[in-house]
T-cell receptor
Framework: AQSVTQPDIHITVSEGASLELRCNYS??????LFWYVQSPGQGLQLLLK??????LVQGIKGFEAEFKRSQSSFNLRKPSVHWSDAAEYFC???????????FGTGTSLTVIP | DAGVTQSPTHLIKTRGQQVTLRCSPI?????VSWYQQVLGQGPQFIFQ???????GRGNFPDRFSARQFPNYSSELNVNALLLGDSALYLC?????????????FGPGTRLTVL
């Protein structure tokens, strides 16, 4: 069965520090990979996505993610975190055959001044 | 432009009752998906509809059903409510019925089952 694992439930970083959120997936074929952010009072917003091609993808708000097939990972990174980045981050996988979508359990990010 | 809208915002029901949640997609979008997000967890896929046909179904019991109307709005129905159905129900719309199309999420309906 397909699955998405986000090992870190909660991460705290200082403003201006770099950030990496981990995501591992379990899927037989080439996955469609996504990162979403959910802020209090706001809906889920797509940060970036990977389907094929260049394994380093750029997203909105200065985020990027790298697809590593050998590690079944799709980690999200940002070089310098801003206080407004505090939110819940979800990694997700799209399965084309059954037209289904799987979210991880999320990583809560706290940014301290 | 209006985003995805959902109604009602909050809902309180008792066990055994039935509930209907509504979703209006972004204008021009023909696909609607439903998700259940239990507190502290990621959203779980329930259904996807495209052009009024079911295109995908998650691992939910038959108490959950949905439909899509000619104007592409959608309803999610849950029968015989259980305490465990308490969650945030999210609707997402996209332009096409494939998993690689960007989904735009609504603010959700918070369902509490007592």
């Amino acid at each position: 069965a397909q699955s998405v694992t986000q090992p870190d439930i909660h991460i705290t970083v200082s403003e201006g520090a770099s950030l990496e959120l981990r995501c591992n997936y379990s899927y037989g074929a080439t996955p469609y990979l996504f990162w979403y952010v959910q802020s209090p009072g706001q809906g889920l917003q797509l940060l970036l996505k990977y389907f094929s091609g260049d394994t380093l993808v750029q997203g909105i708000k200065g985020f990027e993610a790298e697809f590593k097939r050998s590690q079944s990972s799709f980690n999200l990174r940002k070089p310098s975190v801003h206080w407004s980045d505090a939110a819940e981050y979800f990694c997700a996988v799209g399965e084309n055959t059954g037209n289904q979508f799987y979210f991880g359990t999320g990583t809560s990010l706290t940014v301290i001044p | 432009d209006a985003g995805v809208t959902q109604s009602p915002t909050h809902l309180i029901k008792t066990r055994g009752q039935q509930v209907t949640l509504r979703c209006s997609p972004i204008s021009g979008h023909k696909s609607v998906s439903w998700y259940q997000q239990v507190l502290g967890q990621g959203p779980q896929f329930i259904f996807q509809y495209y052009e009024k046909e079911e295109r995908g179904r998650g691992n939910f019991p038959d108490r959950f059903s949905a439909r899509q109307f000619p104007n592409y709005s959608s309803e999610l129905n849950v029968n015989a409510l259980l305490l465990g159905d308490s969650a945030l129900y999210l609707c997402a719309s996209s332009s096409a019925g494939t998993v690689y199309n960007e989904q735009f999420f609504g603010p959700g309906t918070r369902l509490t089952v007592l």
